[in-house]
């Protein structure tokens, strides 16, 4: 079974991104966050904020600058002890 580890979202400033979403939620940044990758964790999922050298903000209702993202899932049981 499929499970979800990370939700990752481009950027061109991963500490500016993640510190926002950190003070918002009330959550720490992962101890391993740097400039090219940081993190928030939210139980068995991560919120993840990764540096774009070229990033282009997305920009509605424009399609050439669309929403950038990545759905990381893992495999294996979704609580442990469960199948």
């Known amino acids: 079974m499929l499970r979800l580890t ?3 979202i481009d950027c061109p400033d991963t500490m500016e991104l993640a510190g926002f979403y950190s003070e918002v939620t009330g959550r720490p940044l992962e101890k391993h966050s740097s400039a090219d990758w940081a993190g928030i964790q939210f139980g068995e999922i991560e919120l993840a904020f990764i540096r774009v050298d070229d990033h282009r903000a997305p920009q509605w209702p424009d399609t050439e600058h669309r ?3 990545v759905v990381r899932t893992g495999q294996g049981p979704v609580r442990p002890g469960r199948d």
């Open 6 to 8: 990370d939700f990752v």
């Open 67 to 69: 929403n950038k993202g």
